[in-house]
């Protein structure tokens, strides 16, 4: 069974950083695709942004994040990695570290097999 442990969620003024860490058990995260997804009080869980391999290597964000959001992976470390920069309130949720051996549309849940256990972030004054 793979466990994606997420770490790095916190408090954070508006236009602050934050940079979220996710680690896999039992695979190497250059073998599998890999994404973030949050979900805020009362709303559906949304995508956010992943790294594919399958299709030579690409990144996909969600458009409100684009510019801002940066997802990396270090396969020295064995962790994905997503830099949060100029931070909003609307930011603001649960983010959740989602991977499968192939993630053929990034943009939905079901193609994800594997989910960490969320980490909350908070963007306010």
């Known amino acids: 069974q793979v466990q994606l442990i997420e770490s790095g969620g916190g408090l954070v003024q508006p236009g602050g950083s934050l940079r979220l860490s996710c680690a896999p058990s039992a695979r190497t995260v250059s073998n599998i695709d890999m994404g973030w997804w949050r979900q805020a009080p009362g709303k559906e869980r949304e995508f956010v942004a992943a790294t594919i391999r399958w299709n030579g290597g690409h990144d996909y964000y969600k458009d409100s994040v684009k510019g801002r959001f940066t997802i990396t992976k270090d396969n020295l470390k064995n962790m994905m990695f997503l830099q949060m920069d100029s931070l909003k309130p609307e930011d603001t949720a649960v983010y959740y570290c989602?991977?499968?051996?192939?993630?053929?549309?990034?943009?939905?849940?079901?193609?994800?097999?594997?989910w960490g256990q969320g980490t909350q972030v908070t963007v306010s004054s």
């Open positions: 989602g991977a499968s051996e192939t993630v053929v549309v990034p943009h939905i849940t079901s193609a994800y097999k594997y």
